[in-house]
């Protein structure tokens, strides 16, 4: 698949770093020459020139390119490329937006009309992120398939849980309710075979049965926290869409420095208590009796304020805490310390973008990007290699494991006997660069 990448920002980069790793043929574009020289190392082709060119455009073979995705920091570029991409050829074109309006009273309608076939927008998507995790509050992440017909829980395990110290061929009697897909240690994302040990530290990736949720909830010594006030450090556009989407649902209070942002967050969420000052203020943090809240999140724009913001709510005692990381290099970081959940918008784009990659029918693939590894769902087409043999039998990499499937609408987790079949809608995780490889049994 040829896929065009306008715009070598944090976005951008990280989309074309990712995808080059899966084989695909990539070509990134932007104005500055300096962030292109950086990715010299990469499997991709990049092109110095106005994103709102059409002779740039034709000189990187718009007329053959699948997926096109603008991601510049202007969102009025981004969608006059992708208008300019279509008419001249491009097969898909993907929008990165900033402004929520432009996704209001049917907008998505007219951009389709003038070339743009998908907008992004990723505060909506880490907004909705977090609402989940405040409704999920023991886990790191929660990922559905077919309405809830199989579940990804990824939990941090700590030293009270039943599995620390046990190798998964111990699990044998309980794989009729979860498979362990996956296991994030350290820095590094593991794809466990059955010799491969839990230990304190670890989070644990499980695929399983809406049912049975509760029973690994006991087995990783979980409790769930009915979350009912939260405190938001920074009125960013995320808190924004947080405050909306949840509207009602919480007794909620942002703290914001900026005096024009507290009186636009008065204006815009009057549901919301708007705090003016420095939420980095401890003093403050106690006038404002942190102590009583359920849920502290962190939105700021520096990851490291927004970490260390997490790590003092929980020494107030606050069970419940989301910081939004968007500095990549930070991630495994966070993830290792004690702050809870932690939101990337991008990794959160490109796990949008991916369900592009994955099927022409969006409907029938998602797909969530960790940071260094992939969950998806493919769709199993006639005559395809995975249909041959049971899956012990089908030699599959280290880098990748089958954990579950959707058939006839029904969710069932995999084990060495399954046999897959046409039509089934197959839970995948893989590392990062390997997914490419696991297509291949699906075609």
């Not at 080059?20 to 950086?38: G, T």
Request: with cysteine; aromatic share 8%.
């Amino acid at each position: 698949m040829k896929i065009v990448i306008v715009g070598a920002g944090e976005v951008g980069t990280h989309l074309a770093k990712t995808l080059s790793k899966e084989n695909q043929d990539i070509v990134l574009i932007d104005e500055d020459e300096a962030k292109l020289n950086s990715l010299d190392s990469y499997n991709l082709m990049t092109y110095c020139g106005s994103i709102n060119s059409f002779k740039v455009l034709k000189a990187i073979g718009i007329e053959t390119t699948d997926l096109f995705i603008a991601v510049t920091p202007d969102e009025s570029r981004n969608v006059t490329a992708c208008a300019m991409a279509k008419s001249r050829g491009a097969k898909y074109t993907v929008a990165r937006i900033d402004f929520f309006d432009m996704l209001y009273d049917n907008g998505a309608q007219f951009f389709k009309s003038i070339g743009v076939d998908e907008l992004i927008y990723p505060e909506l998507l880490a907004a909705r992120e977090i609402k989940t995790a405040l409704k999920r509050t023991w886990v790191r992440h929660w990922f559905e398939l077919s309405n809830g017909q199989l579940i990804v829980l990824g939990v941090k395990i700590r030293d009270n849980a039943e599995i620390v110290g046990k190798q998964l061929r111990d699990f044998f009697s309980l794989s009729s309710f979860f498979h362990v897909s996956a296991i994030k240690r350290y820095q590094e994302t593991i794809i466990p075979r059955g010799d491969d040990y839990i230990i304190e530290g670890d989070i644990v990736y499980f695929a399983t049965k809406m049912e049975y949720v509760d029973k690994i909830r006991e087995l990783c010594g979980k409790q769930e926290i009915n979350v009912k006030r939260v405190m938001i450090m920074g009125g960013s556009r995320i808190a924004i869409q947080l405050a909306k989407i949840t509207k009602n649902n919480y007794h909620m209070k942002i703290i914001e420095s900026d005096p024009e942002k507290c009186n636009l967050l008065a204006q815009r969420l009057p549901y919301a208590h708007i705090v003016r000052g420095d939420a980095r203020d401890i003093e403050l943090l106690k006038e404002e009796d942190i102590q009583d809240y359920d849920a502290f999140i962190t939105l700021t724009e520096s990851s490291e304020a927004n970490i260390l913001g997490c790590l003092t709510a929980k020494e107030f005692g606050v069970p419940k805490t989301i910081a939004e990381v968007e500095a990549i290099q930070f991630i495994n970081e966070a993830e290792n310390l004690n702050i809870g959940t932690v939101v990337n918008k991008k990794l959160l784009s490109s796990s949008k973008i991916f369900q592009l990659l994955l099927d022409s029918d969006q409907n029938n693939s998602k797909c969530l990007a960790l940071s260094d590894a992939e969950v998806a769902e493919i769709v199993v087409k006639e005559k395809s290699k995975i249909t041959r043999a049971a899956v012990k039998d089908l030699h599959l990499s280290r880098e990748m494991t089958i954990a579950g499937l959707i058939r006839d609408g029904k969710g069932m987790l995999v084990n060495g006997n399954t046999q897959i079949q046409a039509g089934d809608h197959v839970l995948i995780f893989c590392l990062n660069g390997a997914l490419h490889k696991m297509e291949k049994l699906f075609n």
